[in-house]
């Protein structure tokens, strides 16, 4: 059974920084591109950050390219977003979610999924 478990999310303010984690269990990691994606209230989930499955590759949302870094460890079985310069607009549950075809950013290409950890940036 494959379990994606985030933690790390929090209330922080404007200008602060959140480092997620997201630990995987019930598949072969190292096999998977990994992804960041999160929803707000009243939106569509949207991708934020991916990392390929070697972590030589990275994909960002133009929204967040240069604030956020995602990151893995391919020995803890675990994906890291480290958010800085938070914004209130990026408050949402953010997922993490594993893929294992090679390519595509988007929710489709996704086949397992994270419950969510909540991040509220307040003003």
């Known amino acids: 059974q494959v379990q994606l478990v985030e933690s790390g999310g929090g209330l922080v303010q404007a200008g602060g920084s959140l480092r997620l984690s997201c630990v995987a269990s019930g598949l072969t990691f190292s096999n998977y591109r990994m992804g960041w994606f999160r929803q707000a209230p009243g939106k569509e989930r949207e991708f934020v950050a991916g990392?390929?499955?070697?972590?030589?590759?990275?994909h960002y949302a133009d929204s967040v390219k240069g604030r956020f870094t995602v990151s893995r460890d391919n020995a803890k079985n675990t994906v890291y977003l480290l958010m800085n310069s938070l914004k209130p607009e990026d408050t949402a549950v953010f997922y993490c979610a594993a893929a294992p075809g090679l390519t595509g950013w988007t929710n489709v290409n996704f086949r397992y999924w994270g419950q969510g950890t909540q991040v509220t940036v307040s003003s």
């Open positions: 990392i390929s499955a070697s972590g030589g590759a990275t």
